[in-house]
């Protein structure tokens, strides 16, 4: 069975390659979904997948890369939607 989550991160997460990163390891779990930056200075990660990589992929993002500081990720589950592949998205 196929899970969705809804991550918003919070912390020192925007222009130090943090959606590249979480793009790169979504793509070796092969998590589907997108991630982007929001203008109140969050990055949102929307994943799909089996659960064991969805629960892998969490974990990366409440680590992140070398130069981030994670302070709060918020996670909340959502409908399942299919998604093909995992992009960046720019606002």
């Known amino acids: 069975m196929k899970k969705s989550v809804r991550l918003y991160i919070s912390g020192i997460v925007q222009g130090i390659f943090f ?14 979904g997108f991630v982007r930056n929001l203008e ?26 070398k130069h981030s500081e994670i302070k709060n990720v918020e996670e909340k589950e959502e409908r399942f939607q299919d ?3 995992f992009k960046v998205l720019h606002i």
Do not use: T
């Open 19 to 32: 959606r590249s990163y979480i793009k790169e390891n979504a793509e070796k779990l092969n998590i589907k």
């Open 83 to 85: 998604f093909k592949s």
């Open 40 to 65: 109140d200075g969050r990055v949102e990660v929307f994943i799909e997948g089996n659960p064991e990589e969805i629960r892998k992929m969490i974990e990366i993002c409440r680590k992140g890369p």
